[in-house]
């Protein structure tokens, strides 16, 4: 899940660079991240719910 939010936010920048390119693509990078970076979060906090990723040892 990391790498596919460093590869979004790499390909951000990639657009962002060319500049001559759609900028909505770049917006499209970046909510990509965004979405994956929510996503990330919350899978931890269903981990921690149910036990899966242990709290305090």
Do not use: C, Q
Not at 3 to 18: D, E, H, K, M, N
Not at 50 to 55: A, K, Q, S, V, Y
């Amino acid at each position: 899940m990391l790498v596919l939010i460093l590869a979004s936010l790499a390909s951000a920048l990639v657009f962002l660079v060319r500049g001559r390119d759609d900028p909505k693509r770049m917006a499209k990078a970046l909510t990509v991240r965004i979405a994956l970076s929510v996503a990330l979060f919350l899978i931890l906090m269903a981990g921690y719910y149910f036990g899966l990723i242990p709290g305090r040892l």
